[in-house]
């Protein structure tokens, strides 16, 4: 199992880089295609939109079908889709690819529910934190290789890399993957469309986990987005790879947050949520310190990858854990809130540094942390008095049986 596990770590770290290698490479589409500096963010935004359609008609599949053509069938599409970014005349067919391209790589989403269906109760927070450290490390190190090749053949050499390898990894799950599982669910399609929203709006912890997850990668997103503008003009004007090495930096900070599934299964994921969210509010001071300090910036993005992926673990140990049998769709409707704070957080990033520069950017994710801080304290204190304690949260007593 451990094998498996880490074989889809590596599957949705290389998947999930297909939407986060347009950030450091932003300015230099935007010259090759003739886009406005105030409406690049929409590279990311439209990716995020097609991310937010996948999880709400292709993730739920998961329940339903076969996982194993479910996953395989998805990389082979994502390998056309980022040829046809890569090899794009236009901006518009650009968007239009970008767009597919987040549709597709839902398949992360599709492997944590796999990787937690196939994990023992007492584990299932670990081999969640196992992926979801896989999936890290592509969105961060996605940064730092997206601005090397870049660098080297230019940014549509970035896509066309993908390609090769996300069909190299297809076969290799298709070969790996285990067969003849049968499926979690025998519901019709409808109705496991309708369920998962029908979960989230009956289950104030989903909608609450829900919330937190789109207002911490709203803050995540609005820094992610901005820094390469700042990095890219004096007195830095620092290359494609200086920039990603950033992303590398995080990485430290996000893989320390692979313990918190552990901390999830051993109940403590309320305590884990509330400290990670403090960090993040904090995170700021340091990050607003550019172009004053770049160690301070270097401290400041450790600690908000740490915050960022402690409560993004801790959140889908806890959604998993009440509902077992819709694993798929839980993990799916919870990444709806998760793309649309993406989206909110990349195209307020540029509008924002447009009209007040790096402070500005600074204070928006502020906003975005503190907000996120509030609801948890707001929430956790009217579970507190009303006398329901840590099942209410899904942390001694989930949920199972049928949704």
């Not at 944590?112 to 196992?130: H, I, N």
């Not at 160690?295 to 990858?305: E, H, K, M, N, R």
């Amino acid at each position: 199992m451990r094998a498996t596990t880490l074989l889809f770590a590596v599957a949705a770290g290389l998947s999930v880089a297909n939407i986060y290698y347009a950030q450091p490479l932003l300015d230099a589409m935007a010259q090759d295609l003739g886009i406005a500096p105030a409406a690049t963010g929409l590279v990311v935004t439209l990716t995020q939109v097609g991310y937010a359609l996948g999880l709400v008609f292709i993730v739920p599949l998961g329940d339903l079908v076969d996982r194993r053509r479910l996953i395989v069938g998805q990389a082979s599409l994502s390998a056309l889709a980022l040829i046809l970014v890569a090899t794009a005349a236009t901006a518009s067919i650009v968007f239009a690819g970008m767009a597919v391209i987040g549709l597709l790589a839902v398949v992360v989403q599709v492997l944590v529910a796999f990787a937690a269906t196939l994990a023992t109760p007492s584990g299932r927070g670990k081999a969640v934190g196992t992926v979801t450290s896989g999936v890290v490390i592509g969105i961060l190190g996605a940064r730092f290789a997206a601005g090397v090749l870049a660098d080297l053949g230019g940014w549509r050499a970035v896509y066309l890399t993908s390609a090769v390898l996300t069909l190299c990894m297809a076969g290799l799950l298709l070969r790996v993957l285990p067969r003849g599982l049968p499926p979690a669910s025998r519901e019709s399609y409808g109705i496991a469309l309708r369920s998962s929203p029908t979960l989230f709006l009956r289950d104030r912890v989903l909608l609450v986990r829900g919330l937190l997850a789109l207002l911490i990668f709203a803050a995540f997103s609005t820094f992610w987005t901005a820094l390469v503008l700042p990095l890219s003009q004096e007195p830095f004007s620092y290359s494609h790879a200086q920039i990603g090495l950033f992303g590398l930096v995080g990485i430290a900070g996000a893989l320390a947050a692979s313990g918190a599934g552990r901390l999830a299964d051993r109940g403590l994921g309320q305590w884990t949520t509330g400290l990670s969210l403090t960090l993040l509010a904090a995170s700021w001071g340091l990050i607003a310190f550019l172009p004053r300090s770049v160690p301070f910036l270097l401290a400041g993005v450790i600690l908000l990858d740490l915050a960022v992926q402690a409560v993004h673990v801790t959140n889908q140990s806890i959604i998993l854990a009440r509902y077992p049998n819709a694993s798929s769709r839980l993990v799916g409707g919870y990444m709806v809130f998760y793309s649309v704070g993406s989206a909110i957080g990349a195209i307020g990033a540029t509008m924002t540094y447009d009209q007040a520069g790096w402070n500005g950017v600074c204070g928006l994710g502020a906003v975005f942390s503190a907000v996120a801080l509030f609801i948890w304290v707001l929430n956790r204190s009217s579970q507190e008095q009303s006398g329901l304690g840590k099942s209410a949260w899904g942390q001694t007593e989930p949920y199972g049986g049928n949704v």
